[in-house]
């Protein structure tokens, strides 16, 4: 049981600040993700949390506890390192008795901990052998071994699954989401670039990025209801389609008039003062599908990406830098050069105003976004 | 001849003349070590006659007698080597390990002084290091030449294991930190067992170096009973004269614990040799 409390954490390296004064509260038992692009300062985050990175000023507290210059061992906290860390010239065994035996357990304990690691992480045929000698996936098992025997309050992994081939690192992420469900006391920490591994496993995402926090969150909140245009962005995969444009018209009944040559109907009220504003349209390519009728928009398709289930299509509008993408349903008959028109639910379209945060939705109706005439 | 086979038939040259070149090599550096050893085994007299003969009858008795003559300072050169490889090595680990793993003010400039001391040269330093030794009374004894040979020799050894730990990667460290080791725990658990391959490399290159040390052995050292081979050899030289088989008998036996240690451990040597560069 552990409850995390940071307030205006502040890293600087020499004088370069690298966070730029961090609020965020952890409850006991939740499953955190920090996801941000990299050089975003995730693991400094975390590393700072461990307690090897002194912070630069702020508050770190665990459970009340004021934490910053408590030593990386007496915080209770256990991490799972990147590269794994593990000791090359001692075993499995002896790897996870490490800490054990410096923290003075007697060996009849140590081994009946390791034991019961073992068999959680099915490592138990590979005590005796040494690091060099198993798989990438069995040595990440063997760092997760050491962070659990421990039995720490707080869990930390940097990045855990980036050294594992693809279909490793989804076998693995299911297996951190069973240990997780095995161990519902204990907080967890995870860093990643992966938005996929964020979705998947977290009970609240934090997105950084520049050391600064963007939005905190549930997955679905964030997927739906973006903050900004970065999280808009960098939550979901191919990520959102962004389409600028001036307020046409303000009020309930907001119009966006996009440089792309349309105009959009957007059930977002607005201010009367942003009328004439810069602002961007965000539509998640799930979010398109084909409409002969009485389309949104109509444009080129320049290339498609079958991918069975489901197509990737590009298309050419006029004053966008990049292709806008759709995800189309595989069974449809596309291909280059074709015309096709696009609409989307009025509810799924994201407004942001220029300085790029998100204009909030009211509450959402499922009305079809209509061309406004 | 097609071009594959005239390609063939120039490798095949050039590893040949590779290979008489190593073995002209080799026999020019062995030769030399091996007439010594045979002379040991012949009469003074058949040594200037016939020098590039085998010996006429092979008898130990120069061997044995040699023997007699050079055991005091085998024990001598035995002390002295082992206690300032264990010193130098252990001190210079410490150091190395401070160096690239504790946090400390103004670490580049401790670095340059640590290091630097490999420029010091022995003979600038010997009058003040005579005076001092006296004054501190270990003038003429096995500690003398056992402080001086670590003293002139952690530089390097440092030099040669602080490149090695730069490689070693901090998340090990940062790992047993986690794990609660204190830096002591750290060093000798974590880090020291990962440097064993440059660890053996320094003390193989210390060892080559204490047992054959010559000009401090000379100058600090004047009662036979503490001197080390080097200088009892030479005094040897002197006393015996002409006697040449005798001579040659002590030098191959003071060489020979050397040639074996290096034959085990050429590896390590060489490891040693190449290790700091490039960094
Ligand atoms: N020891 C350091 N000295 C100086 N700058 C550093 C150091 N460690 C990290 N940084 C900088 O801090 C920023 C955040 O780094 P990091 O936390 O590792 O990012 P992430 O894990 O999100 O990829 C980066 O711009 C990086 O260059
Ligand atoms: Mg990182």
Redesign the interface.
């Known amino acids: 049981m552990a409850e995390l409390r940071l307030r205006d954490i502040r890293k600087n390296y020499g004088t370069v600040e690298v966070l730029h004064g961090i609020d965020l509260d952890i409850r006991s038992g939740e499953f955190v993700v920090f996801v941000g692009p990299s050089g975003c300062g995730k693991s400094t985050l975390l590393r700072a949390i461990?307690g090897?990175e002194d912070i630069s000023s702020g508050e770190f507290r665990i459970d009340g506890a004021l934490m910053n210059d408590v030593a990386?061992?007496q915080r209770g906290?256990?991490?799972v390192?990147?590269?794994y860390?593990?000791?090359?010239?001692m075993t499995v065994f002896d790897n996870m008795a490490?800490?054990l035996k410096?923290?003075g357990f007697r060996k009849d304990q140590i081994a009946a901990r390791i034991r019961q690691a073992a068999e959680i992480l099915q490592l138990t045929p590979y005590l005796d052998r040494y690091p060099r000698a198993l798989s990438g996936g069995q040595r990440q098992r063997v760092a997760i071994g050491?962070a659990i025997v421990?039995d720490p309050k707080v869990f930390l992994f940097d990045e855990p699954l980036s050294n594992l081939d693809a279909a490793l690192r989804v076998a693995t992420r299911i297996e951190i989401a069973k240990l997780k469900q095995a161990m519902p006391g204990a907080t967890m920490i995870y860093v990643t670039h992966d938005q996929v591994e964020a979705m998947t496993l977290a009970d609240r995402i934090v997105v950084l990025r520049d050391g600064r926090i963007e939005q905190v969150g549930s997955p679905v909140e964030l997927y739906r209801r973006p903050a900004n245009l970065f999280v808009g962005q960098f939550i979901g995969s191919p990520s959102m389609n962004v389409l600028g444009g001036t307020l046409a018209r303000t009020g309930p009944d907001t119009r966006v008039e996009l440089d792309a040559g349309f105009t959009v109907a957007v059930p977002i009220p607005t201010e009367a003062a942003m009328q004439g504003q810069r602002v961007h349209l965000g539509i998640r390519p799930e979010d398109l599908r084909p409409c002969s009728t009485d389309p949104l928009f109509r444009a080129t398709i320049s290339l498609v990406e079958q991918l069975g289930e489901v197509q990737l299509t590009y298309l050419d509008l006029p004053g966008l830098a990049a292709p806008l993408i759709a995800k189309l349903p595989g069974h449809l008959d596309l291909h280059p050069g074709r015309d096709i028109g696009l609409t989307a639910e009025a509810a799924n379209l994201h407004l942001f105003d220029r300085h790029e945060n998100a204009i909030r939705p009211a509450e959402a109706g499922h009305k079809v976004a209509v061309p406004a005439e | 001849m097609t071009a594959a086979s005239s390609r063939s038939f120039w490798a095949g040259m050039s590893q040949a003349f590779l290979w008489a070149l190593l073995l002209s090599v080799g026999v020019v550096v062995v030769y030399p070590l091996l007439w010594m050893a045979l002379g040991g085994f012949k009469s003074n007299s058949q040594i200037f006659e016939q020098p590039f003969a085998l010996p006429l009858q092979w008898s130990f008795a120069n061997y044995l007698s040699a023997w007699q003559g050079v055991q005091g300072y085998m024990v001598s050169s035995l002390l002295i080597t082992v206690v300032s490889t264990v010193t130098t090595v252990f001190i210079s680990a410490w150091a190395a390990f401070g160096l690239t793993r504790t946090p400390m003010p103004a670490k580049p400039l401790v670095t340059a002084i640590v290091l630097g001391g490999m420029m010091l040269s022995p003979t600038v330093a010997l009058v003040p290091l005579v005076r001092m030794l006296q004054s501190l009374g270990l003038y003429d004894t096995h500690w003398a030449l056992i402080i001086l040979y670590t003293a002139f020799r952690v530089p390097f050894t440092t030099f040669l294991i602080r490149a090695y730990m730069l490689d070693l990667?901090r998340?090990?460290d940062?790992?047993?930190?986690?794990?609660?080791?204190n830096p002591g725990?750290i060093f000798r658990?974590?880090i020291l067992?990962?440097c064993r391959p440059i660890i053996m490399s320094c003390i193989v290159l210390h060892i080559l170096f204490a047992w054959n040390e010559y000009l401090f052995a000379m100058i600090f050292t004047n009662n036979p009973s503490v001197q080390t081979l080097p200088v009892g050899l030479t005094s040897m030289m002197s006393k015996q004269g002409t006697d040449f088989a005798q001579v040659f008998a002590a030098m191959t036996i003071s060489a020979l614990p050397i040639v074996i240690i290096f034959f085990l451990t050429q590896r390590y040597f060489i490891r040693g040799l190449t290790e700091g560069i490039g960094k």
């Open positions: 461990a090897l990386p061992s906290i256990a991490m390192f990147q590269s860390a593990l000791y090359p010239h490490f800490g410096i923290a050491r421990r | 990667p998340d090990l940062e790992a047993a930190m986690m794990d609660g080791a725990q658990r974590i067992p990962l």
